[in-house]
T-cell receptor
């Protein structure tokens, strides 16, 4: 079974631009979560989707948004990029409720904002 | 709010020595607890988890952790370190009311000396 895939793996943008990151979960997994990983803040929860519905959202500004499609693939979008948005963005899929089921992580998208 | 504390951002051990990585959580109700490992340039991989039942949990690669409610701890151990264990380890918790998200600790980087 293929793992979680994230595209692109690396991205360089400039301040003020917007970016869209993509995540394909493991086949059959309907829950997709997004996390931001930075050296200073560590791993922070962005949001979780299940069957195209956002069930929970972390403490991030409205510039961060996401969506999930009917095939469970998910995208996250960051508008008006800031230098502080430079991070590794990790996507994770789960067969059920991610609170107590294993989450399977993708390799991440490394975003650099110049 | 739920929080996780990992004591020691870096832990260094000799190959063959005991590995002990510490994790404490703050919750009035015992949460679900997880340990994940992250190798360089990769996503996170689940080592083990505690939801209910036996408080000593065995995971992959010879790791185990013990849930101690009275100490609000979930320390990770391995009797004998291997060079391949060098990685970053994250403790995570979630609320039992299915909040659909994990709260991660700041991580501990394990260094294994030959």
């Amino acid at each position: 079974k293929a793992g979680v895939t994230q595209t692109p793996r690396y991205l360089i943008k400039t301040r003020g631009q917007q970016v869209t990151l993509s995540c394909s979960p493991i086949s059959g997994h309907r829950s997709v979560s997004w996390y931001q990983q930075t050296p200073g803040q560590g791993l922070q929860f962005l949001f979780e989707y299940f069957s195209e519905t956002q069930r929970n959202k972390g403490n991030f500004p409205g510039r961060f948004s996401g969506r999930q499609f009917s095939n469970s693939r998910s995208e996250m979008n960051v508008s008006t990029l800031e230098l502080g948005d430079s991070a590794l963005y990790l996507c994770a899929s789960s067969p059920g409720v991610p609170s107590y089921n294993e989450q399977f992580f993708g390799p991440g998208t490394r975003l650099t904002v110049l | 709010a739920q929080s996780v504390t990992q004591l020691g951002s870096h832990v260094s051990v000799s190959e063959g020595a005991l590995v002990l990585l510490r994790c404490n959580y703050s919750s009035s109700v015992p949460p679900y607890l997880f340990w994940y490992v992250q190798y360089p340039n990769q996503g996170l991989q689940l080592l083990l988890k505690y939801t209910t039942g036996a408080t000593l949990v065995k995971g992959i690669n010879g790791f185990e952790a013990e849930f101690k409610k009275s100490e609000t701890s979930f320390h990770l151990t391995k009797p004998s370190a291997h060079m391949s264990d060098a990685a970053e380890y994250f403790c995570a918790v979630s609320e039992v009311d299915s909040s659909y998200k994990l709260i991660f600790g700041s991580g501990t980087r394990l260094l294994v000396r030959p």
